[in-house]
């Protein structure tokens, strides 16, 4: 039996994130060779993955990451089983890593084909499966492209979200991620009145006439009354509509304004559960 050293056992350890004793084994059973242990951890990875495939992941870790000229940013929802492990600095930090590499992909195939430390994220989220024993998958993956991209990320991971503005201008940086807030918080389903969709607001034509007909109105007042019902709830539920949370006298689209000229473009939000 080949013999092994502590400090193989810790090189695994960092390459792998696995438990010491985990490294020690999978390097007893691959006789000192360390790309077979790795890949038998792998392995144990795919077998719990397979055991738990059914099991509901979410918890987790919502992250975003903007690169370095605040054109591209990326947010990922890291999702696993339990918030013990949710909350866990190594699983944060998987998942930081993770938004670092979205950032530069189109697309979540894309994402999950990336490479992560020669094998890919979706090779890496098996193998970290068989460390931490749980289930755990990227559950959200979105992307804003835009002249000016800025993100907040909620207290403890809960929610994330990224905002882009059609021009780079002084004070972008403190409105983007004042908006970002306010779609973290108020969790808008479109930009504007122009992103709603047609399906969306026809439901809410009906539902606010069935309320006006059990309110006795008149049949002929219905479309009337309901289109101003709808023009509240584009005030509610689109973002640049949605009164601003930190100045309740503003819409979002004014409170941008008021750094010059410049315009909410897009904006993505990603949650756990």
Same mark, same amino acid.
């Given at each position: 039996m080949a013999?092994?050293? /502590?400090?193989?056992v810790?090189s695994l350890? !960092?390459?792998?994130?696995?438990?010491?004793?985990?490294c !020690?084994?999978?390097?007893?059973? /691959?006789?000192?060779? @360390?790309?077979?242990?790795? %890949?038998?951890?792998?392995?144990?990875? &795919?077998?719990?993955?397979? *055991?738990?495939?059914?099991?509901?992941?979410?918890?987790?870790?919502?992250?975003?990451?903007?690169?370095?000229?605040?054109?591209?940013?990326?947010a990922?929802? =890291?999702a696993?089983e339990?918030?013990?492990v949710? *909350?866990?600095?190594s699983?944060?930090?998987?998942?930081?890593?993770?938004?670092?590499?979205?950032v530069n992909?189109? @697309?979540?195939?894309?994402?999950?084909n990336?490479d992560?430390?020669?094998i #890919?994220?979706?090779?890496?989220?098996?193998? &970290?499966?068989?460390?931490?024993?749980?289930?755990i %998958?990227?559950?959200?993956?979105e992307?804003v492209?835009?002249?000016?991209?800025?993100?907040?990320?909620?207290?403890? +991971?809960k929610?994330?979200?990224l905002?882009?503005?059609?021009?780079n201008?002084?004070? $972008?940086?403190?409105? /983007?991620?004042d908006?970002?807030?306010?779609? $973290?918080?108020? +969790?808008?389903?479109? =930009?504007?009145?122009?992103?709603?969709?047609?399906?969306?607001?026809?439901k809410?034509?009906e539902?606010? *006439?069935d309320?006006?007909? &059990?309110?006795?109105?008149?049949?002929?007042? =219905?479309?009337?009354i309901? !289109?101003g019902?709808?023009?509240?709830?584009? !005030?509610?539920? #689109?973002?640049? +509509?949605?009164?601003?949370?930190?100045?309740?006298?503003a819409?979002?689209? &004014?409170?941008? *304004?008021?750094?010059?000229?410049?315009?909410?473009?897009d904006?993505?939000?990603?949650? =756990?559960?």
């Amino acid at each position: 039996m080949a013999k092994i050293t /502590a400090a193989e056992v810790n090189s695994l350890r !960092k390459a792998t994130g696995a438990g010491m004793m985990d490294c !020690k084994n999978a390097l007893v059973e /691959a006789e000192g060779n @360390s790309e077979k242990a790795i %890949e038998i951890l792998r392995k144990k990875g &795919q077998k719990v993955a397979a *055991k738990r495939a059914d099991r509901e992941s979410t918890e987790g870790a919502a992250i975003t990451k903007v690169n370095a000229e605040n054109t591209v940013g990326a947010a990922v929802v =890291l999702a696993c089983e339990t918030d013990f492990v949710g *909350k866990n600095d190594s699983f944060v930090e998987l998942a930081n890593k993770f938004a670092e590499i979205a950032v530069n992909c189109d @697309s979540k195939e894309d994402f999950l084909n990336a490479d992560f430390g020669g094998i #890919t994220v979706a090779d890496k989220l098996i193998e &970290q499966t068989g460390v931490i024993g749980e289930k755990i %998958e990227i559950s959200s993956f979105e992307k804003v492209n835009a002249p000016f991209v800025g993100s907040y990320i909620h207290a403890g +991971n809960k929610i994330a979200s990224l905002v882009g503005l059609s021009a780079n201008i002084e004070g $972008a940086g403190e409105v /983007a991620k004042d908006v970002a807030m306010q779609v $973290a918080a108020m +969790n808008p389903i479109a =930009l504007n009145e122009e992103g709603v969709s047609k399906e969306i607001i026809e439901k809410e034509i009906e539902i606010a *006439k069935d309320i006006l007909r &059990q309110e006795g109105k008149p049949e002929a007042m =219905l479309d009337k009354i309901a !289109k101003g019902k709808l023009n509240r709830f584009f !005030k509610d539920n #689109t973002l640049v +509509n949605q009164m601003f949370i930190k100045d309740s006298k503003a819409s979002v689209a &004014q409170y941008v *304004k008021s750094i010059g000229d410049v315009t909410v473009v897009d904006f993505k939000r990603v949650a =756990l559960g």
